[in-house]
């Protein structure tokens, strides 16, 4: 599907992957809501605007996993009368921690913290895919509007969401909410696509490597260089741009409907 022209949905627009992702929807053509939880996000469509030498961005400051800003946002995108139909719900959290610690001392064993887990699932996991579902709802809806019925190939793809998944997703040390998280995105894609093809929306996903990002700044220092830049053959940090250029891919490309691996040639963490 054609970026150009597109309403598009990002959230954790104010940085990192989210950031990049608007940017290249705007280059392309798309008119992007921005969306994060910091106000940051406002001088993100600032900048993007700037950039277009028009405006192409619109901030929508909120809690994404807040049920009512989440169709709030999609309505004020829908107003001119064409739906979002590029979805990328890019917000994400870290609360790294062992799934089982035992404390030195007393020899006491501390579970992972099961509130913790909730959070991390209710950011990483269940607002993603409610966002990629508010997105199917509106094209279904404004083909129903239309009279059509099920889609057909010469009708051209109606809408894609593209989740942001993680190598993390095939399991990682420390990562027992994050690694669920994300393995649970990629089974959400296939089922999204399962059954948005019915409306001719295709749900596709990355999975993402180590980013230069401000979660990676969580890194001890040294410690990327120490432990993992020696089994990265790239040599280095994916840049959030890159992870957007794949993104743009996905959108692009209807024929690619499996998991993207953006993630430098990194083997399996676990």
């Not at 001088?43 to 169709?71: Q, S």
């Not at 057909?152 to 994050?178: F, K, P």
């Amino acid at each position: 599907m054609q970026i150009e022209g597109k309403n598009a949905v990002v959230t954790g627009a104010a940085g990192g992957i989210g950031r990049a992702v608007a940017e290249r929807l705007a280059r392309g053509g798309a008119r992007v809501a921005v969306v994060d939880r910091a106000a940051a996000v406002e001088r993100a469509a600032d900048a993007i605007n700037r950039a277009a030498g028009r405006k192409v961005a619109r901030a929508f400051c909120g809690d994404v996993c807040a049920a009512d800003f989440r169709a709030e946002v999609f309505a004020a995108v829908a107003a001119d009368g064409e739906p979002a139909r590029i979805c990328v719900p890019a917000a994400g959290i870290l609360r790294d921690g062992l799934a089982v610690k035992v404390e030195r001392d007393s020899g006491a064993a501390a579970l992972y913290d099961a509130e913790v887990f909730r959070q991390v699932l209710e950011v990483n996991l269940v607002h993603p895919v409610y966002w990629a579902l508010q997105m199917l709802a509106g094209v279904a809806e404004f083909r129903a509007a239309a009279g059509r019925k099920k889609w057909q190939a010469d009708e051209g793809v109606q809408g894609v969401s593209v989740l942001i998944g993680s190598i993390s997703s095939r399991g990682n040390r420390g990562q027992i909410s994050y690694a669920c998280a994300k393995s649970g995105l990629a089974a959400a894609a296939k089922t999204l696509n399962a059954e948005g093809m019915f409306h001719g929306v295709q749900s596709k996903i990355v999975h993402p490597g180590l980013v230069n990002t401000a979660m990676l700044e969580q890194l001890p220092d040294g410690h990327f260089d120490a432990h993992f830049k020696p089994q990265i053959p790239l040599g280095r940090m994916i840049e959030p741009a890159e992870i957007a250029a794949a993104v743009a891919v996905l959108i692009e490309n209807p024929a690619i409907s499996g998991p993207l691996w953006a993630d430098a040639g990194l083997p399996p963490m676990a």
